[in-house]
């Protein structure tokens, strides 16, 4: 090799690395920093799939993407209609990894495997119009008497019925 040539670098070999992990542990993973995107998905399988108001992802290059732990402990769900393909940790349930056929470069996580930052906000929102009239959305929260740390909107106010003019 010439020496004047600069060799190359292994792909992502100065990337820096965000780990995640499973509710068990069992499965762990990694991501290059920062992620791609992230966004709040509002979609029925989605919020079915974490049983939650909504889904939050991370989005990455597959090739930014490694699992370091469990990959054998990983689960597979294909959905018949759209071939989206969802993750899952097989001893604990927890959602792992989201794939789209029309973006196979990409793969997707929850949010919420990884406790260090992403590089990256959830600033978008899909399928908004999905969102569920019992998802909480900003309410101002008080204290509940008798319950240290939980909070809650507070009694509803009662609707004020007009007199009938009929009736003054």
């Given at each position: ?74 689960a ?6 759209t ?44 399928r ?41």
């Open positions: 090799m010439n020496d004047t040539k600069k060799r190359r670098k292994p792909r992502n070999a100065d990337a820096a690395w965000v780990k995640g992990q499973c509710l068990c542990g069992n499965v762990e993973v990694e991501i290059g920093f920062p992620a791609r995107w992230a966004w709040h998905d509002h979609s029925t399988a989605s919020r079915r799939a974490h049983g939650a108001a909504y889904a939050t992802y991370v989005g990455c290059w597959r090739s930014r993407v490694r699992v370091t732990k469990g990959a054998t402990k990983i597979k769900y294909e959905e018949p209609e071939k989206r393909v969802r993750s899952f940790c097989s001893h604990c349930g927890a959602p792992v990894m989201y794939e789209r056929p029309h973006a196979p470069q990409m793969i997707n996580l929850p949010r919420a495997l990884f406790k260090d930052r992403t590089g990256r906000e959830p600033l978008y929102h899909v908004i119009e999905e969102l569920q009239e019992w998802t909480y959305t900003g309410e101002r929260l008080v204290p509940l008497k008798g319950f240290p740390g939980v909070v809650w909107t507070g009694p509803k106010k009662k609707k004020r019925v007009p007199t009938p003019d009929f009736l003054i």
